[in-house]
């Protein structure tokens, strides 16, 4: 019989009987066990939060900024970070959208369901994640070869691509795909959301990369100690490189998605997205600083902040007043983290 | 008032696992010129940090002017009159020179910079220096001699009574280090004392009037210059008499690598690297080439001129039979050269990680499983081997390396490097900062790979076949190590080659 599964964690069996720290557990787990309190919390002051469809909902809605804080979790172990991922989903959708949109006149036409005998999405899904890739590669590339911090590399690359889409669609959305696009969007799948499908794909994959392959544990090597990384003979700038094109080829995935659920690619899709998955990483634990963190945290982080503002938005909470919670509750998740290890540190 | 201005007596200082001052005294006078001698690790930036305020001691006493200093701030030791220059620049690269002078002392007028004080100040104290550079010029657009002159400038502008030199002339050329000597010798006739560090004892004998040496954390001796010999000095220095074991040397006859003039005049960005003047060496199958040179002395950099770390300008390096092109240490793992490097926390490890990762990681793609995937059992096998081979002892292979001892740390990497199964293993300064037992166990890794590194002299003639000894970036001597001495390497080590023919005329 074919064995193809990946080797199985070990780690368990090697570990001692200790006294029980809280501080520990709760660096460990804490955004968790606050995910769970939270979810209590919306449930029972709204029985509506706990319905399947709003949990379908709710994933659905982080299923987007959950594809691409995969690969912003990449990007940030590096040490790194990407502020042009909202301007490159952006990019993506509509590069994809005008690639099957067959009248040529890209203002408000709606591209033809029969041109591609059906195939119309499959053209578009490739443009978006080879467009991404692309995108991604030569803000990797720019900034390990002419030594440019990528902060700084991905805010031109922000305005730029953002520029570039309105350029390419005249300000105006394409809109109007055909039935077999727009099910990656809102379609299901065994009763399961397409979008929630490929966030689970990306997220296992992302998850097993990182802690089997040895990319992964290149990928923390090179956040950890670039200097030590270099001298054990890895090539960090190739390394360094990579992750920008992973970061770029799930943002043109997650403007796939975006553009199929509605069913329009606009040039201001994605705007201020960096920001809520750069979030989403570091609530997970990922440092900033590169180097420590890992998949199951940003996922939880992830689901955090979904849960939040959906059950926000429940409970009827002024939307201005969200954007005050969810800023307090980042600092509150960073500054506990950092507690926390400085504690560990002193004993 | 006493004749002495500053007095340490029974100072000790311990880190963990090691001793790294241990009763030392020193006494400088008022306006005198005092060597502060001894090799590397003798214990000598441990005293310097402890009177700069840096550190304090575990035990012991220091007196200033006759009144016992306590715990006071690094700051707080300047307002008293103790400055330390230290070998390492602390000034900022984009700060101009009247603003490096005052940094943390601005004048001001009110709540504002007075701009036109600072720079009138700044001016007089050039002046005093013959600092011949603007007030407003960034310091990074200094030589590094310049940038030494600003230290002092410093220095003097904190109206210092004792000034210490941390081996002011490493950096510097000849002429340079005429300047710098004026320069003491100006400070001391204003009445200003000067604890002077420095590895080249000529100079000793041409700017210093007492001296103090430092061994191996412990008080060796001191002296009038004027009454010692440099042969004395290196006596003090080197110590005991002891005849060490040597352990069954090779003679390696076929050559495996052979650079030929490798040269690198140019800085490098952003490093203290001290350039290379054409060295050549051989390295040969089997056995252990040592690398004798003081700190600054080009080991290092030649050892990373090899390995590929850093670019060198011109010169050809062999490797088994062929010239080969080394732009990277990846290219050179590939021919087989291994690098345990100088500074294991900065260099080496990835110290917030586990032992598996740090041991395995070069090695990984020998330990796959459908191609794609680490086969942790295999992993876990190959890091099981070395523990035992190496005895490191850790509780687990998933342990932090960071909470390691430095010798098992030192042996987490020397196992990831004897994983790739090297041809070439370089090995700089493998012994630093861990304790005796992991010292020796280290040193018997050693012989039974027989490889080559560099490191402290008895452990070089203990462990080495060949000895090459090197100096300001030249090689200055080499010798089988069956007849090298303590005496004989520390003479090419710090003597120029003229110097050392004088110095055997005069014997």
């Given at each position: 019989?074919?064995?193809t599964t990946a080797p199985i964690d070990k780690v368990v069996e090697v570990e001692k009987k200790q006294?029980?720290?809280?501080?520990?557990?709760?660096?460990?787990?804490?955004?968790?066990?606050?995910?769970?309190?939270?979810?209590?919390?919306?449930?029972?002051?709204?029985?509506?939060?706990?319905?399947?469809?709003?949990?379908?909902?709710?994933?659905?809605?982080?299923?987007?900024?959950?594809?691409?804080?995969?690969?912003?979790?990449?990007?940030?172990?590096?040490?790194?970070?990407?502020?042009?991922?909202?301007?490159?989903?952006?990019?993506?959708?509509?590069?994809?959208?005008?690639?099957?949109?067959?009248?040529?006149?890209?203002?408000?036409?709606?591209?033809?369901?029969?041109?591609?005998?059906?195939?119309?999405?499959?053209?578009?899904?490739?443009?978006?994640?080879?467009?991404?890739?692309?995108?991604?590669?030569?803000?990797?590339?720019?900034?390990?070869?002419?030594?440019?911090?990528?902060?700084?590399?991905?805010?031109?690359?922000?305005?730029?691509?953002?520029?570039?889409?309105?350029?390419?669609?005249?300000?105006?959305?394409?809109?109007?795909?055909?039935?077999?696009?727009?099910?990656?969007?809102?379609?299901?799948?065994?009763?399961?959301?397409?979008?929630?499908?490929?966030?689970?794909?990306?997220?296992?994959?992302?998850?097993?990369?990182?802690?089997?392959?040895?990319?992964?544990?290149?990928?923390?090597?090179?956040?950890?100690?670039?200097?030590?990384?270099?001298?054990?003979?890895?090539?960090?700038?190739?390394?360094?490189?990579?992750?920008?094109?992973?970061?770029?080829?799930?943002?043109?995935?997650?403007?796939?998605?975006?553009?199929?659920?509605?069913?329009?690619?606009?040039?201001?899709?994605?705007?201020?997205?960096?920001?809520?998955?750069?979030?989403?990483?570091?609530?997970?634990?990922?440092?900033?600083?590169?180097?420590?963190?890992?998949?199951?945290?940003?996922?939880?982080?992830?689901?955090?902040?979904?849960?939040?503002?959906?059950?926000?938005?429940?409970?009827?909470?002024?939307?201005?007043?969200?954007?005050?919670?969810?800023?307090?509750?980042?600092?509150?998740?960073?500054?506990?983290?950092?507690?926390?290890?400085?504690?560990r540190g002193r004993k | 008032m006493s004749e002495f201005l500053l007095t340490v007596e029974g100072v000790?200082?311990?880190?963990?696992?090691?001793?790294?001052?241990?009763?030392?005294?020193?006494?400088?006078?008022?306006?005198?010129?005092?060597?502060?001698?001894?090799?590397?690790?003798?214990?000598?930036?441990?005293?310097?940090?402890?009177?700069?305020?840096?550190?304090?001691?575990?035990?012991?006493?220091?007196?200033?002017?006759?009144?016992?200093?306590?715990?006071?701030?690094?700051?707080?030791?300047?307002?008293?009159?103790?400055?330390?220059?230290?070998?390492?620049?602390?000034?900022?690269?984009?700060?101009?020179?009247?603003?490096?002078?005052?940094?943390?002392?601005?004048?001001?007028?009110?709540?504002?910079?007075?701009?036109?004080?600072?720079?009138?100040?700044?001016?007089?104290?050039?002046?005093?220096?013959?600092?011949?550079?603007?007030?407003?010029?960034?310091?990074?657009?200094?030589?590094?001699?310049?940038?030494?002159?600003?230290?002092?400038?410093?220095?003097?502008?904190?109206?210092?009574?004792?000034?210490?030199?941390?081996?002011?002339?490493?950096?510097?050329?000849?002429?340079?280090?005429?300047?710098?000597?004026?320069?003491?010798?100006?400070?001391?006739?204003?009445?200003?004392?000067?604890?002077?560090?420095?590895?080249?004892?000529?100079?000793?004998?041409?700017?210093?009037?007492?001296?103090?040496?430092?061994?191996?954390?412990?008080?060796?001796?001191?002296?009038?210059?004027?009454?010692?010999?440099?042969?004395?000095?290196?006596?003090?220095?080197?110590?005991?008499?002891?005849?060490?074991?040597?352990?069954?040397?090779?003679?390696?006859?076929?050559?495996?690598?052979?650079?030929?003039?490798?040269?690198?005049?140019?800085?490098?960005?952003?490093?203290?690297?001290?350039?290379?003047?054409?060295?050549?060496?051989?390295?040969?199958?089997?056995?252990?080439?040592?690398?004798?040179?003081?700190?600054?002395?080009?080991?290092?950099?030649?050892?990373?001129?090899?390995?590929?770390?850093?670019?060198?300008?011109?010169?050809?390096?062999?490797?088994?039979?062929?010239?080969?092109?080394?732009?990277?240490?990846?290219?050179?793992?590939?021919?087989?050269?291994?690098?345990?490097?100088?500074?294991?926390?900065?260099?080496?490890?990835?110290?917030?990680?586990?032992?598996?990762?740090?041991?395995?990681?070069?090695?990984?793609?020998?330990?796959?499983?459908?191609?794609?995937?680490?086969?942790?059992?295999?992993?876990?096998?190959?890091?099981?081997?070395?523990?035992?081979?190496?005895?490191?002892?850790?509780?687990?292979?998933?342990?932090?390396?960071?909470?390691?001892?430095?010798?098992?740390?030192?042996?987490?990497?020397?196992?990831?490097?004897?994983?790739?199964?090297?041809?070439?293993?370089?090995?700089?300064?493998?012994?630093?900062?861990?304790?005796?037992g992991a010292k020796a166990e280290v040193h018997q890794l050693l012989r039974e790979l027989a490889s080559?590194?560099?490191?402290?002299?008895?452990?070089?003639?203990?462990?080495?076949?060949?000895?090459?000894?090197?100096?300001?970036?030249?090689?200055?001597?080499?010798?089988?190590?069956?007849?090298?001495?303590?005496?004989?390497?520390?003479?090419?080590?710090?003597?120029?080659?003229?110097?050392?023919?004088?110095?055997?005329?005069?014997?």
């Amino acid at each position: 019989m074919a064995q193809t599964t990946a080797p199985i964690d070990k780690v368990v069996e090697v570990e001692k009987k200790q006294p029980f720290e809280w501080v520990a557990f709760l660096q460990k787990f804490g955004v968790f066990l606050f995910l769970i309190l939270l979810i209590i919390f919306f449930g029972s002051q709204n029985p509506r939060f706990l319905s399947i469809r709003n949990l379908f909902n709710i994933l659905t809605d982080v299923s987007i900024y959950g594809v691409m804080a995969v690969g912003m979790t990449l990007v940030i172990l590096t040490g790194g970070v990407d502020l042009s991922v909202g301007a490159i989903l952006a990019l993506c959708a509509m590069c994809g959208a005008a690639a099957i949109n067959g009248t040529g006149d890209t203002r408000s036409a709606t591209p033809d369901p029969h041109k591609f005998g059906g195939l119309s999405w499959l053209i578009a899904l490739l443009m978006c994640v080879g467009l991404g890739s692309v995108v991604g590669l030569i803000q990797g590339k720019v900034s390990t070869k002419f030594r440019i911090a990528p902060f700084i590399v991905t805010l031109g690359g922000m305005t730029v691509w953002r520029g570039a889409t309105l350029l390419i669609g005249e300000g105006s959305p394409i809109s109007g795909f055909d039935t077999n696009y727009c099910w990656w969007g809102s379609g299901s799948f065994l009763g399961v959301p397409v979008p929630v499908l490929l966030f689970l794909v990306v997220t296992v994959v992302g998850y097993v990369v990182l802690r089997y392959t040895p990319y992964g544990r290149h990928v923390y090597a090179v956040g950890g100690n670039a200097e030590a990384a270099r001298l054990t003979g890895l090539r960090v700038d190739r390394i360094v490189t990579s992750v920008y094109g992973i970061m770029g080829f799930l943002a043109g995935l997650a403007g796939f998605v975006q553009s199929a659920r509605l069913s329009s690619a606009e040039a201001t899709a994605g705007l201020g997205f960096e920001l809520t998955v750069i979030a989403s990483v570091v609530i997970g634990g990922t440092s900033l600083m590169g180097g420590v963190g890992g998949i199951a945290g940003t996922v939880v982080g992830t689901l955090l902040i979904g849960v939040l503002l959906n059950g926000l938005v429940i409970m009827n909470v002024n939307p201005y007043f969200q954007q005050i919670i969810i800023g307090v509750i980042i600092v509150l998740a960073v500054g506990f983290d950092t507690y926390a290890k400085s504690r560990r540190g002193r004993k | 008032m006493s004749e002495f201005l500053l007095t340490v007596e029974g100072v000790t200082k311990r880190f963990p696992g090691v001793v790294a001052l241990d009763k030392v005294s020193l006494g400088v006078r008022r306006s005198e010129v005092h060597a502060l001698l001894g090799e590397n690790g003798a214990g000598k930036s441990t005293l310097l940090k402890i009177l700069s305020g840096a550190q304090y001691q575990d035990s012991g006493t220091i007196e200033f002017e006759g009144k016992p200093l306590g715990h006071e701030l690094p700051h707080q030791r300047q307002q008293l009159g103790i400055v330390t220059v230290y070998q390492e620049f602390t000034l900022m690269p984009n700060l101009s020179v009247a603003e490096n002078i005052f940094i943390g002392r601005e004048p001001v007028r009110g709540n504002f910079l007075s701009w036109s004080t600072m720079l009138r100040e700044a001016k007089k104290v050039a002046e005093k220096l013959d600092l011949r550079v603007k007030p407003l010029t960034s310091v990074y657009a200094l030589s590094v001699a310049e940038q030494q002159m600003v230290e002092i400038a410093r220095a003097l502008t904190m109206k210092a009574k004792l000034i210490i030199l941390d081996e002011p002339t490493a950096a510097l050329s000849d002429r340079e280090v005429g300047k710098l000597h004026q320069i003491v010798r100006d400070l001391k006739a204003q009445g200003i004392s000067i604890i002077y560090v420095t590895h080249r004892l000529a100079e000793v004998k041409q700017i210093c009037d007492c001296f103090t040496v430092l061994r191996d954390g412990q008080y060796a001796g001191e002296g009038q210059v004027a009454d010692t010999s440099i042969d004395q000095i290196v006596r003090l220095m080197v110590g005991r008499n002891v005849e060490y074991m040597h352990g069954e040397h090779h003679k390696g006859e076929e050559v495996v690598a052979r650079l030929e003039g490798i040269t690198r005049l140019k800085r490098l960005p952003g490093s203290q690297a001290v350039p290379l003047r054409g060295m050549s060496l051989e390295i040969r199958k089997g056995e252990i080439l040592g690398l004798a040179g003081l700190v600054g002395a080009g080991r290092t950099e030649l050892m990373r001129a090899l390995f590929g770390a850093d670019l060198f300008e011109s010169g050809k390096v062999y490797f088994e039979g062929r010239e080969v092109t080394i732009r990277s240490p990846n290219e050179a793992i590939e021919l087989g050269i291994v690098l345990v490097p100088e500074d294991r926390k900065q260099q080496g490890l990835f110290l917030a990680h586990s032992v598996r990762m740090n041991l395995t990681l070069p090695s990984l793609a020998k330990l796959l499983v459908c191609r794609f995937f680490i086969d942790r059992r295999k992993e876990s096998a190959l890091i099981e081997n070395f523990r035992k081979a190496l005895r490191i002892r850790m509780a687990n292979q998933e342990i932090v390396v960071g909470t390691l001892s430095g010798g098992n740390q030192q042996k987490v990497i020397l196992a990831r490097c004897m994983a790739l199964k090297p041809k070439i293993l370089i090995v700089d300064e493998p012994t630093r900062g861990i304790d005796i037992g992991a010292k020796a166990e280290v040193h018997q890794l050693l012989r039974e790979l027989a490889s080559n590194g560099t490191a402290e002299l008895p452990e070089l003639i203990l462990l080495c076949d060949r000895i090459i000894a090197v100096k300001e970036g030249r090689i200055t001597g080499e010798m089988p190590a069956m007849e090298a001495t303590e005496e004989k390497l520390l003479k090419l080590m710090v003597l120029a080659p003229h110097e050392q023919h004088a110095h055997i005329d005069a014997q």
